[in-house]
């Protein structure tokens, strides 16, 4: 069984925002892996970092000549300036020890069979803001408990598309497609209202 890059939710109100690109990373320095640009098989080109767990697989088994699926988290400031972080390397050969009998399959036939395709990203959060003429939305990501002593532990994130602003403050779920430097959003679930702790 391939282990899908991007897992299963375990808990229905489970903070995510993380997705899959394939592309060939580029170092903006070749002494310093940990920053540079990510370029996609259209030539669109995204400014990339990458996190610590990550970098040791690059230096250890990653050919930057090659095309890889990137396991990625998007942050942006606004619908066309998104910046991804590397926080894995999904190649169901080479670094999750398949049994070899298996014939290879290519990459993205495995990835839909998981259900999932090349640039797309699983958004899970707050919506709390909605701008109708721009048909922009923007959620609210907080990470995880353990996460939560770092200052950046809250973020957000600007989404392309629409929901209905009596929708604000409630906890959703999207779909979302990255289109160069810009997420759009495909569908909306809404899972349940936050109701606000204050007070």
Same mark, same amino acid.
């Given at each position: 069984?391939?282990?899908? +890059?991007?897992? /299963? *939710?375990?808990?229905?109100?489970?903070?995510? @925002?993380?997705?899959?690109?394939?592309?060939?990373?580029? +170092?903006?320095?070749?002494?310093?892996?940990?920053?540079?640009?990510?370029?996609?098989?259209?030539?669109?080109?995204?400014?990339?970092?990458?996190?610590?767990? @990550?970098?040791?697989?690059?230096?250890?088994?990653?050919?930057?000549?090659?095309?890889?699926?990137?396991?990625?988290?998007?942050?942006?400031?606004?619908?066309?300036? !998104?910046? !991804?972080?590397?926080?894995?390397?999904?190649? +169901?050969?080479?670094?999750?020890?398949?049994?070899?009998?298996?014939?290879?399959?290519?990459?993205?036939?495995?990835?839909?069979?998981?259900?999932?395709?090349?640039?797309?990203?699983?958004?899970?959060? /707050?919506?709390?803001?909605?701008?109708?003429?721009? $048909? /922009?939305?923007?959620?609210?990501?907080?990470?995880?408990?353990? *996460? $939560?002593?770092?200052?950046? @532990?809250?973020?957000?994130?600007?989404?392309?598309?629409?929901?209905?602003?009596?929708?604000?403050?409630?906890? *959703?779920?999207?779909?979302?497609?990255?289109?160069?430097?810009? !997420?759009?959003?495909?569908?909306? /679930?809404?899972?349940?209202?936050?109701?606000?702790? $204050?007070?």
């Amino acid at each position: 069984m391939y282990k899908s +890059p991007i897992q /299963e *939710v375990t808990n229905k109100l489970q903070y995510r @925002a993380i997705g899959i690109v394939e592309g060939i990373y580029k +170092p903006n320095n070749t002494d310093q892996l940990n920053r540079g640009v990510l370029t996609d098989k259209e030539g669109k080109t995204v400014e990339t970092v990458i996190l610590g767990k @990550a970098l040791s697989l690059i230096k250890k088994y990653i050919n930057l000549e090659n095309y890889y699926f990137w396991i990625v988290y998007p942050r942006n400031k606004n619908t066309n300036n !998104l910046h !991804l972080q590397v926080v894995g390397i999904w190649d +169901p050969y080479q670094l999750n020890q398949l049994d070899k009998n298996v014939s290879e399959k290519d990459p993205s036939k495995l990835l839909e069979e998981l259900n999932l395709n090349n640039n797309y990203f699983s958004i899970r959060g /707050e919506l709390v803001y909605v701008n109708t003429q721009k $048909k /922009e939305v923007v959620i609210k990501i907080c990470a995880s408990s353990s *996460v $939560k002593k770092l200052k950046n @532990a809250t973020f957000k994130i600007v989404i392309e598309g629409e929901i209905p602003l009596k929708l604000l403050n409630n906890f *959703v779920s999207l779909d979302v497609i990255r289109d160069g430097n810009t !997420l759009k959003m495909v569908k909306y /679930e809404v899972i349940e209202k936050i109701i606000s702790k $204050k007070g």
